[in-house]
């Protein structure tokens, strides 16, 4: 059977997030017991976390995430690591802990290196730091087979395989980390027993995204958007949408509003509404970047250095909820997913279609590549 | 009120609305059945030389003079249309004699004239010229807008 | 006429229906009808009959239908009779065959190959009747570079854009080889339908200047019709380089054609022959394309897009890229099927290939190249129904551009006689009685009633797929599925086949 | 505002018509003579051949007075009017006080005296309704008829009493039929037909003397021949009814003298139909124009002059349809200027044109459309601007140049605004 990335394969998830305005560091449990509530939203076959804030005592250094598929490639790590120290200063790899569980089986050998791109082929590639590093990660996915990198940004971590989300959570021993912010994600693939790979979120530096619907406008945008030096090998979703807000908001340097403003473009109708000067400029968006354009149902938590985003369809197709209580924000495909770790949430609402709710920490010091400009 | 208007650039002169008009008039039955083999009778008639062509139905006049010369009291007006009533109708001609465009017609059996009624009688409002103009040169419409 | 060539097709009256209403003798240009005052009866001499429906459409008792002779040579499979009568008629004339309209040797249609998808369970379909639909589309360059005035904001640096309300267009024919009303009809129903037609290679007559913003003007190789004004008048300006139906050929109008408005319409004395070379003679290469479209540019004060025609040849997608940087803002890829109001048939039916293969790979090739964002791309070449658009759509166009299809709603019954000038829909013709047969009201009409419909479908169909904006159908390749084909043919569409 | 209308035929009616298209509200009190309802007066030769009945005869439907607000009295006889008074008396001396009056009294048959004529018992003239009932009730298949006049009355009496008996002779001074509406080869053609049709006619001549023999009479022509009759129709001229407006002061030639508007010289007083003159949009010559459309046209004029609006004067002209045993005769205008005619035999047609316009014609047998020829008459049309020579062959619309045409066809309002205009 086809597995993500040679087949596309749509699914149904859960997804939650939980942020603190600030940065209070919260452990993985309330994460957990988040998207646990809407267990029946996945089906076992896959569910993920990220977590921000997670290594402060490596904060200044890229967080590689790896998935090895010793099995069927046994290379795979040593071709890795040979590539990794060909582009990189690591200073420091190992496993990342996890709990064996009756839940969880099938596990792939999981590697996590904190790394820096070694200057001299930084400067002979003429890229910046980050679009160096995300290229690298690109690169291994792409080109060694049986090593995949599913987290790749400063201070932040994907955690994420097969399995319902709480358990996926309960095997990372998530409760051991610390994090401002998390995100998680159930999922419910129509048609494949998936792969670890597979599961979300998807990361790319400290970009990761949540994300539940099915886009009917993927091929569109994936064809669109490979033009730009992307490879959805995973052919998901959440990597498409992922490297778009990348495109948009890292390289073209929309603003996180003006990125929703492509992807979940309002109503010809309604813009023509609107007043001036957003008329003219979301006019101007949509008619610029119209192959970027998302439909179909989805709702997504960007999890982003020192920030959430939270945005829908265009249409509402899949529902979406979130609430503040003191410093703290939450996001959830239901409602009971924030009531269950905050049963007295001060405020609670459904954004509009295509609206984009964004949290950002109070202290602006820690601005991340999908910080707000 | 609806009339009657033609159009003369559109005008095909096929003749077509003679026909659809003789066979309204039958009923509006099986046209080859009602019109096989026999001249056509109808209110509604094309000048044609060739070049030009238009066809030339009853205006319903505001001021029909047909009406006000009729010697039989044969001839109404009921909302506007202009009716003649063929058991009154004694076959005189003045109407003819009247008519600016020539557009009230001796009956097939000549004691009784004919004209356009807009099908009020047999079609069911609806024109069977109007309906069956191949490049609407006739229309049956308000105030000629289009015409 | 050929002694040796038997009339293709026969006159049957139904004697029983016929009421000698003569509409069949008075409607018929090729004198085919004639009443017999003697017997009070229509007779038909078969051997001028097109088949163009003229006279069975207005037969009043539906009394007329046209058949296909059963008349035959010896059975042959190596030699068609086809084959024999075009022989013959060479043979008669010493003449290279003239044909109109689109091909109609049995090419493989690829288009119905190809079978749309439809959301199911996973996601959700949308109603078009409950929920927004939209299909407005821009045409033109969408790669600038985003700039922010001092305040922050964007600035839109989009370069001119035409704006359609459907990602459809009415594709080239001159006023000349379609008449006045054909091109009237076609002007008026763009503008009601927000979307624009195209002058063709015969200038833009006076009267139509009013629908300029509906109206895309062409400059080709005999640049008929082509001044300041003209350039100015229309949305875009299209320098068409080829057509579908006859790549590499040129055009000609003969001079009994040219007559009054169509002689002025084209700046041409009247009753000359209006000649379109085979190449523009300042085009012999891409770097001189460059130079028209900057040329035009230039004369349009940087006003108008530019679009590129080419027809659809085996190296196209590279011809293409090259146009895609050659300033140009829309390249329009007419595919071999299309039509034609006049061409060689062996030139027609030979040269060129299948829209479908050389939207795809243009497509695929400008994407590959990063530069797909430069251009628009217009798919045309037999769009014969919204199934054809759509799947075009979907394989990567940002528009199609209908002509047959137009052509065939205001009346004409592809008996492909164009040529012959006589046609007796009024469409294809220049006499005064014939033209008059299309009455552009009814025309204008029949076209928005067409288009309406076909926006409805795709709409059906996008809502199907739960797409709610056109632009995520563009270039959406999964929404295809192909089947019947083979693996190559697979590989050019970029689609897979269905079942996988 | 009162009107009062005397008379019960088409100037009466359009009267009432008129003032119902001004005012609903105006108080109508019609005073007739005659006690029928409504009739049509020409109609009265067609219900002696069975093509019409006392019920169809009626010139407007049975509720016709009660839907117009019409206060009828009918068979009382208006015998003066008071201009000063404006007050009207009938007969009894019931008085009607009024604010305009409406003169419609039409005319009368003439009886000329002959030698012998008061041995005749069975005479009668055929203008009224009781006129012809009396003739169907003495008529039968054996009656010898003989009918003075072969004018319009005489000819169309003959024509309806033929269809009940065979022996009908039609005896007339003029040489020819309707002396007064053909020229002699038109009426040449008619004779023909008439004589065809079984009528004898006698014409150029007179009658010299009647004799009577028991229930026979019989008539002696100036010619000397005899025609034997059972009955008599005098058919030899009408005088219009002017007494009433001669009587109280007003201007009164052959017929009582109105302007355009049906106005009399005495005030609020009007006239309109066979009693009146009025001017010939043809000649400009006053005539007595006795004809129904005429009488209609100007009936309803006055009525809305009287109710106060303002009528469209539309110019008023001789002109004639009539028909004997299937051939038609469509005439108007007058026969003077430059004549062109052409017959087959059997169908004739004569134009006359002067000063660039058409004066008039007279169609015998092909009629259709006549009243295109007619409209050119009224409206004076100069015939330079279409194609006369085409449309005297064929009358037909095509004729006229484009735009003329394209107007005529988009607007018949438009086009009667251009008679109406026309000088």
Same mark, same amino acid.
């Given at each position: 059977?086809?597995?993500?990335?040679?087949?596309?394969?749509?699914?149904?998830?859960?997804?939650?997030?939980?942020?603190?305005?600030?940065?209070?560091?919260?452990?993985?449990?309330?994460?957990?017991?988040?998207?646990?509530?809407?267990?029946?939203?996945? %089906?076992?076959?896959?569910?993920?976390?990220?977590?921000?804030?997670?290594?402060?005592?490596?904060?200044?250094?890229?967080?590689?995430?790896?998935?090895?598929?010793?099995?069927?490639?046994?290379?795979?790590?040593?071709?890795?690591?040979?590539?990794?120290?060909?582009?990189?200063?690591?200073?420091?790899?190992?496993?990342?802990?996890?709990?064996?569980?009756?839940?969880?089986?099938?596990?792939?050998?999981?590697?996590? !290196?904190?790394?820096?791109?070694?200057?001299?082929?930084?400067?002979?590639?003429?890229?910046?730091?980050?679009?160096?590093?995300?290229?690298?990660?690109?690169?291994?996915?792409?080109?060694? $087979?049986?090593?995949?990198?599913?987290?790749?940004?400063? %201070?932040?971590? =994907?955690?994420?395989?097969?399995? !319902?989300?709480?358990?996926?959570?309960?095997?990372?021993?998530?409760?051991?980390?610390?994090?401002?912010?998390?995100?998680?994600?159930?999922?419910?693939?129509?048609?494949?027993?998936?792969?670890?790979?597979?599961?979300?979120?998807?990361?790319?530096?400290?970009?990761? =995204?949540?994300? %539940?619907?099915?886009?009917?406008?993927?091929?569109?945008?994936?064809?669109?958007?490979?033009?730009? %030096?992307?490879?959805?090998?995973?052919?998901?979703?959440?990597? =498409?949408?992922?490297?778009?807000?990348?495109?948009?908001?890292?390289?073209?340097?929309?603003?996180?509003?003006?990125?929703?403003?492509?992807?979940?473009?309002?109503?010809?109708?309604?813009?023509?509404?609107?007043? $001036?000067?957003?008329?003219?400029?979301?006019?101007?968006?949509?008619?610029?970047?119209?192959?970027?354009?998302?439909?179909?149902?989805?709702?997504?938590?960007?999890?982003?250095?020192?920030?959430?985003?939270?945005?829908?369809?265009?249409?509402?197709?899949?529902?979406?909820?979130?609430?503040?209580?003191?410093?703290?924000?939450?996001?959830?495909?239901?409602?009971?997913?924030?009531?269950?770790?905050?049963?007295?949430?001060?405020?609670?609402?459904?954004?509009?279609?295509?609206?984009?709710?964004?949290?950002?920490?109070?202290?602006?010091?820690?601005?991340?590549?999908?910080?707000?400009? | 009120?609806?009339?009657?208007?033609?159009?003369?650039?559109?005008?095909?002169?096929?003749?077509?609305?003679?026909?659809?008009?003789?066979?309204?008039?039958?009923?509006?039955?099986?046209?080859?059945?009602?019109?096989?083999?026999?001249?056509?009778?109808?209110?509604?008639?094309?000048?044609?030389?060739?070049?030009?062509?238009?066809?030339?139905?009853?205006?319903?006049?505001?001021?029909?003079?047909?009406?006000?010369?009729?010697?039989?009291?044969?001839?109404?007006?009921?909302?506007?249309?202009?009716?003649?009533?063929?058991?009154?109708?004694?076959?005189?001609?003045?109407?003819?004699?009247?008519?600016?465009?020539?557009?009230?017609?001796?009956?097939?059996?000549?004691?009784?004239?004919?004209?356009?009624?807009?099908?009020?009688?047999?079609?069911?409002?609806?024109?069977?010229?109007?309906?069956?103009?191949?490049?609407?040169?006739?229309?049956?419409?308000?105030?000629?807008?289009?015409? | 006429?050929?002694?040796?060539?038997?009339?293709?097709?026969?006159?049957?009256?139904?004697?029983?229906?016929?009421?000698?209403?003569?509409?069949?003798?008075?409607?018929?240009?090729?004198?085919?009808?004639?009443?017999?005052?003697?017997?009070?009866? +229509?007779?038909?001499?078969?051997?001028?009959?097109?088949?163009?429906?003229?006279?069975?459409?207005?037969?009043?008792?539906?009394?007329?239908?046209?058949?296909?002779?059963?008349?035959?040579?010896?059975?042959?499979?190596?030699?068609? #009779?086809?084959?024999?009568?075009?022989?013959?008629?060479?043979?008669?004339?010493?003449?290279?065959?003239?044909?109109?309209?689109?091909?109609?040797?049995?090419?493989?249609?690829?288009?119905?190959?190809?079978?749309?998808?439809?959301?199911?369970?996973?996601?959700?379909?949308?109603?078009?009747?409950?929920?927004?639909?939209?299909?407005?589309?821009?045409?033109?360059?969408?790669?600038?570079?985003?700039?922010?005035?001092?305040?922050?904001?964007?600035?839109?640096?989009?370069?001119?854009?035409?704006?359609?309300?459907?990602?459809?267009?009415?594709?080239?024919?001159?006023?000349?080889?379609?008449?006045?009303?054909?091109?009237?009809?076609?002007?008026?129903? /763009?503008?009601?339908?927000?979307?624009?037609?195209?002058?063709?290679?015969?200038?833009?007559?006076?009267?139509?200047?009013?629908?300029?913003?509906?109206?895309?003007?062409?400059?080709?190789?005999?640049?008929?019709?082509?001044?300041?004004?003209?350039?100015?008048?229309?949305?875009?300006?299209?320098?068409?380089?080829?057509?579908?139906?006859?790549?590499?050929?040129?055009?000609?109008?003969? #001079?009994?054609?040219?007559?009054?408005?169509?002689?002025?319409?084209? +700046?041409?004395?009247?009753?000359?022959?209006?000649?379109?070379?085979?190449?523009?003679?300042?085009?012999?290469?891409?770097?001189?394309?460059?130079?028209?479209?900057?040329?035009?540019?230039?004369?349009?004060?940087?006003?108008?897009?530019?679009?590129?025609?080419? /027809?659809?040849?085996?190296?196209?997608?590279?011809?293409?890229?090259?146009?895609?940087?050659?300033?140009?803002?829309?390249?329009?890829?007419?595919?071999?099927?299309?039509?034609?109001?006049?061409?060689?048939?062996?030139?027609?039916?030979?040269?060129?290939?299948?829209?479908?293969?050389?939207?795809?790979?243009?497509?695929?090739?400008?994407?590959?190249?990063?530069?797909?964002?430069?251009?628009?791309?217009?798919?045309?070449?037999?769009?014969?129904?919204?199934?054809?658009?759509?799947?075009?759509?979907?394989?990567? /166009?940002?528009?199609?551009?209908?002509?047959?299809?137009?052509?065939?709603?205001?009346?004409?019954?592809?008996?492909?006689?164009?040529?012959?000038?006589?046609?007796?829909?009024?469409?294809?013709?220049?006499?005064?009685?014939?033209?008059?047969?299309?009455?552009?009201?009814?025309?204008?009409?029949?076209?928005?009633?067409?288009?309406?419909?076909?926006?409805?479908?795709?709409?059906?169909?996008?809502?199907?797929?739960?797409?709610?904006?056109?632009?995520?159908?563009?270039?959406?390749?999964?929404?295809?599925? #192909?089947? /019947?084909?083979?693996?190559?043919?697979?590989?050019?569409? #970029?689609?897979?086949?269905?079942?996988? | @505002?009162?009107?009062?209308?005397?008379?019960?035929?088409?100037?009466?009616?359009?009267?009432?018509?008129?003032?119902?298209?001004?005012?609903?509200?105006?108080?109508?009190?019609?005073?007739?003579?005659?006690?029928?309802?409504?009739?049509?007066?020409?109609?009265?030769?067609?219900?002696?051949?069975?093509?019409?009945?006392?019920?169809?005869?009626?010139?407007?439907?049975?509720?016709?007075?009660?839907?117009?607000?019409?206060?009828?009295?009918?068979?009382?006889?208006?015998?003066?009017?008071?201009?000063?008074?404006?007050?009207?008396?009938?007969?009894?001396?019931?008085?009607?006080?009024?604010?305009?009056?409406?003169?419609?009294?039409?005319?009368?048959?003439?009886?000329?005296?002959?030698? *012998?004529?008061?041995?005749?018992?069975?005479?009668?003239?055929?203008?009224?309704?009781?006129?012809?009932?009396?003739?169907?009730?003495?008529?039968?298949?054996?009656?010898?008829?003989?009918?003075?006049?072969?004018?319009?009355?005489?000819?169309?009496?003959?024509?309806?009493?033929?269809?009940?008996?065979?022996?009908?002779?039609?005896?007339?001074?003029?040489?020819?039929?309707?002396?007064?509406?053909?020229?002699?080869?038109?009426?040449?053609?008619?004779?023909?037909?008439?004589?065809?049709?079984?009528?004898?006619?006698?014409?150029?001549?007179?009658?010299?003397?009647?004799?009577?023999?028991?229930?026979?009479?019989?008539?002696?022509?100036?010619? *000397?021949?005899?025609?034997?009759?059972?009955?008599?129709?005098?058919?030899?001229?009408?005088?219009?009814?002017?007494?009433?407006?001669?009587?109280?002061?007003?201007?009164?030639?052959?017929?009582?003298?109105?302007?355009?508007?049906?106005?009399?010289?005495?005030?609020?007083?009007?006239?309109?139909?066979?009693?009146?003159?009025?001017?010939?949009?043809?000649?400009?010559?006053?005539?007595?124009?006795?004809?129904?459309?005429?009488?209609?046209?100007?009936?309803?004029?006055?009525?809305?002059?009287?109710?106060?609006?303002?009528?469209?004067?539309?110019?008023?002209?001789? @002109?004639?349809?009539?028909?004997?045993?299937?051939?038609?005769?469509?005439?108007?205008?007058?026969?003077?200027?430059?004549?062109?005619?052409?017959?087959?035999?059997?169908?004739?047609?004569?134009?006359?044109?002067?000063?660039?316009?058409?004066?008039?014609?007279?169609?015998?047998?092909?009629?259709?459309?006549?009243?295109?020829?007619?409209?050119?008459?009224?409206?004076?049309?100069?015939?330079?601007?279409?194609?006369?020579?085409?449309?005297?062959?064929?009358?037909?619309?095509?004729?006229?140049?484009?735009?003329?045409?394209?107007?005529?066809?988009?607007?018949?309002?438009?086009?009667?605004?251009?008679?109406?205009?026309?000088?």
């Amino acid at each position: 059977m086809p597995i993500e990335g040679q087949v596309r394969i749509p699914s149904g998830c859960a997804i939650a997030g939980i942020f603190s305005r600030s940065g209070e560091r919260m452990s993985g449990d309330d994460v957990i017991r988040s998207i646990a509530v809407m267990h029946d939203r996945s %089906n076992g076959l896959g569910g993920g976390f990220a977590g921000y804030g997670i290594y402060p005592d490596y904060a200044a250094y890229y967080a590689f995430h790896l998935f090895y598929q010793e099995k069927k490639h046994p290379d795979a790590q040593q071709q890795c690591e040979a590539f990794l120290r060909r582009h990189f200063y690591i200073i420091h790899a190992g496993v990342i802990p996890t709990r064996k569980i009756p839940e969880i089986t099938d596990e792939p050998r999981i590697w996590r !290196y904190f790394v820096l791109p070694l200057p001299e082929k930084q400067e002979t590639s003429q890229l910046d730091e980050q679009e160096f590093t995300a290229r690298c990660a690109l690169r291994i996915n792409a080109e060694i $087979e049986g090593a995949f990198v599913f987290s790749g940004g400063k %201070n932040m971590g =994907v955690f994420k395989g097969i399995g !319902y989300p709480e358990d996926v959570g309960r095997f990372y021993r998530l409760e051991e980390y610390g994090g401002y912010s998390w995100t998680a994600h159930g999922r419910y693939p129509t048609n494949t027993p998936g792969w670890w790979g597979g599961a979300h979120p998807f990361g790319l530096l400290d970009c990761t =995204v949540v994300h %539940n619907g099915e886009i009917s406008s993927y091929d569109a945008n994936r064809r669109f958007i490979e033009m730009f %030096n992307y490879q959805c090998t995973l052919q998901t979703d959440t990597e =498409v949408i992922t490297y778009i807000i990348d495109y948009l908001h890292r390289k073209q340097g929309l603003s996180l509003e003006e990125t929703a403003a492509v992807v979940s473009a309002p109503f010809w109708s309604t813009l023509e509404e609107m007043p $001036e000067p957003d008329r003219s400029t979301q006019i101007y968006l949509r008619k610029r970047f119209s192959n970027l354009l998302i439909t179909g149902p989805f709702s997504i938590i960007l999890g982003f250095e020192g920030g959430q985003m939270v945005l829908g369809d265009r249409l509402k197709l899949r529902g979406m909820v979130v609430g503040n209580h003191g410093d703290r924000f939450y996001a959830a495909s239901e409602e009971c997913a924030i009531r269950a770790v905050c049963p007295d949430i001060a405020k609670v609402w459904s954004p509009e279609a295509g609206e984009p709710v964004i949290v950002t920490m109070d202290r602006k010091e820690a601005a991340g590549t999908c910080a707000p400009r | 009120m609806k009339k009657i208007y033609v159009r003369e650039e559109w005008c095909l002169g096929c003749h077509l609305c003679e026909y659809y008009c003789a066979n309204a008039n039958l009923g509006g039955g099986n046209m080859a059945k009602a019109l096989k083999g026999r001249p056509v009778h109808p209110r509604i008639r094309v000048e044609d030389d060739g070049k030009i062509s238009f066809a030339v139905a009853c205006r319903h006049c505001d001021e029909p003079l047909c009406r006000k010369g009729c010697i039989a009291g044969a001839i109404s007006v009921a909302d506007g249309v202009v009716c003649i009533d063929r058991e009154k109708c004694v076959g005189c001609y003045t109407c003819i004699l009247s008519c600016p465009y020539g557009a009230v017609l001796p009956a097939e059996d000549g004691h009784a004239v004919q004209k356009c009624e807009l099908c009020i009688q047999t079609a069911g409002g609806s024109p069977a010229c109007a309906e069956h103009c191949p490049n609407r040169a006739i229309v049956f419409e308000e105030g000629g807008a289009s015409a | 006429m050929d002694l040796y060539v038997h009339p293709l097709f026969e006159v049957v009256r139904n004697e029983k229906k016929c009421v000698a209403c003569r509409a069949c003798e008075r409607q018929c240009s090729n004198c085919v009808h004639a009443y017999n005052p003697d017997t009070g009866e +229509m007779e038909a001499d078969d051997s001028k009959c097109v088949n163009c429906h003229r006279c069975v459409s207005l037969c009043p008792t539906k009394a007329l239908k046209i058949i296909l002779t059963d008349h035959c040579f010896r059975p042959n499979a190596n030699w068609p #009779g086809e084959n024999i009568n075009e022989v013959y008629k060479q043979a008669n004339s010493g003449g290279v065959l003239l044909s109109s309209m689109g091909t109609p040797k049995p090419h493989p249609v690829y288009f119905d190959r190809i079978l749309l998808n439809a959301s199911q369970v996973t996601n959700p379909p949308i109603d078009p009747l409950r929920e927004p639909m939209e299909t407005r589309v821009f045409l033109g360059k969408k790669s600038q570079k985003l700039e922010r005035n001092a305040e922050g904001q964007l600035v839109d640096n989009l370069t001119p854009q035409i704006p359609l309300t459907m990602p459809l267009l009415f594709s080239a024919m001159s006023f000349g080889s379609i008449s006045y009303n054909a091109h009237a009809s076609l002007a008026r129903a /763009a503008a009601a339908l927000g979307i624009c037609y195209n002058t063709g290679e015969g200038g833009l007559h006076a009267d139509f200047y009013p629908y300029g913003p509906h109206t895309i003007v062409q400059v080709a190789s005999g640049r008929f019709g082509v001044h300041g004004d003209y350039l100015m008048a229309g949305a875009a300006v299209e320098i068409k380089m080829g057509q579908g139906a006859k790549p590499g050929i040129g055009g000609h109008l003969p #001079g009994h054609k040219i007559a009054g408005d169509v002689a002025r319409t084209r +700046m041409i004395p009247p009753g000359s022959d209006a000649i379109s070379p085979a190449p523009h003679h300042d085009i012999y290469s891409i770097e001189d394309l460059r130079q028209l479209v900057y040329s035009l540019k230039a004369a349009t004060g940087n006003q108008k897009p530019i679009i590129v025609k080419i /027809a659809a040849v085996h190296n196209v997608a590279a011809i293409a890229s090259g146009v895609a940087r050659s300033g140009a803002d829309i390249i329009a890829i007419d595919g071999f099927r299309g039509g034609t109001g006049a061409a060689p048939t062996r030139i027609r039916d030979h040269v060129g290939i299948p829209i479908e293969l050389a939207l795809a790979s243009v497509d695929a090739r400008l994407r590959e190249e990063g530069i797909r964002d430069d251009v628009s791309v217009i798919a045309g070449g037999s769009i014969r129904s919204s199934a054809d658009w759509i799947k075009a759509i979907a394989l990567g /166009a940002d528009a199609c551009y209908i002509a047959t299809g137009a052509l065939l709603a205001l009346g004409c019954h592809l008996c492909r006689q164009c040529h012959t000038g006589l046609c007796n829909w009024g469409i294809a013709t220049q006499r005064p009685d014939l033209v008059k047969r299309l009455n552009p009201e009814i025309g204008a009409e029949r076209l928005v009633n067409l288009v309406h419909a076909w926006q409805h479908e795709l709409k059906e169909v996008m809502g199907g797929m739960g797409i709610n904006s056109v632009e995520a159908l563009r270039g959406n390749r999964l929404m295809l599925r #192909g089947v /019947a084909m083979t693996q190559e043919e697979l590989d050019i569409l #970029g689609i897979k086949h269905a079942g996988v | @505002m009162k009107h009062v209308i005397i008379g019960n035929s088409a100037a009466a009616i359009g009267c009432v018509e008129g003032i119902r298209r001004a005012s609903r509200t105006d108080d109508i009190v019609l005073v007739a003579a005659e006690p029928h309802h409504t009739y049509s007066r020409p109609l009265i030769s067609y219900l002696m051949a069975g093509k019409t009945d006392r019920t169809k005869i009626r010139y407007r439907p049975e509720n016709f007075y009660r839907a117009n607000g019409v206060q009828a009295k009918l068979g009382r006889r208006a015998l003066g009017i008071d201009p000063a008074g404006k007050i009207v008396t009938l007969d009894g001396g019931e008085t009607i006080a009024y604010d305009n009056v409406l003169v419609a009294t039409g005319s009368d048959p003439l009886i000329f005296p002959a030698e *012998g004529l008061d041995q005749v018992e069975n005479v009668r003239t055929f203008t009224t309704l009781d006129d012809a009932e009396a003739l169907l009730r003495s008529v039968t298949a054996e009656t010898r008829v003989f009918v003075v006049g072969a004018g319009l009355i005489g000819l169309k009496c003959a024509e309806g009493l033929r269809a009940i008996t065979e022996h009908i002779t039609v005896c007339d001074l003029a040489p020819r039929v309707l002396s007064s509406i053909l020229e002699d080869a038109p009426a040449a053609i008619l004779r023909r037909h008439l004589e065809e049709n079984g009528i004898v006619l006698k014409l150029g001549t007179s009658v010299s003397s009647f004799a009577r023999a028991g229930a026979a009479c019989t008539a002696t022509l100036r010619t *000397g021949e005899t025609v034997p009759f059972d009955q008599l129709v005098y058919a030899a001229g009408v005088r219009p009814n002017t007494a009433l407006v001669k009587d109280a002061g007003g201007d009164v030639n052959r017929g009582i003298l109105v302007d355009t508007l049906c106005r009399t010289s005495l005030p609020d007083v009007y006239a309109a139909g066979d009693c009146t003159e009025s001017p010939d949009a043809c000649s400009g010559e006053r005539k007595v124009m006795a004809l129904l459309p005429n009488a209609y046209l100007q009936g309803e004029t006055a009525g809305i002059t009287m109710a106060g609006a303002t009528a469209p004067t539309l110019p008023l002209l001789p @002109m004639n349809a009539i028909g004997f045993f299937g051939l038609h005769l469509l005439c108007a205008g007058v026969y003077d200027g430059e004549r062109t005619e052409h017959t087959d035999g059997q169908n004739y047609r004569s134009f006359y044109t002067r000063d660039n316009t058409l004066r008039g014609y007279i169609l015998l047998g092909r009629v259709e459309r006549a009243g295109i020829y007619t409209a050119l008459i009224r409206g004076r049309t100069p015939l330079d601007a279409l194609d006369f020579a085409a449309l005297r062959d064929q009358p037909g619309l095509i004729a006229f140049a484009g735009p003329v045409r394209a107007e005529i066809l988009r607007n018949q309002d438009n086009q009667r605004k251009r008679e109406a205009a026309a000088p």
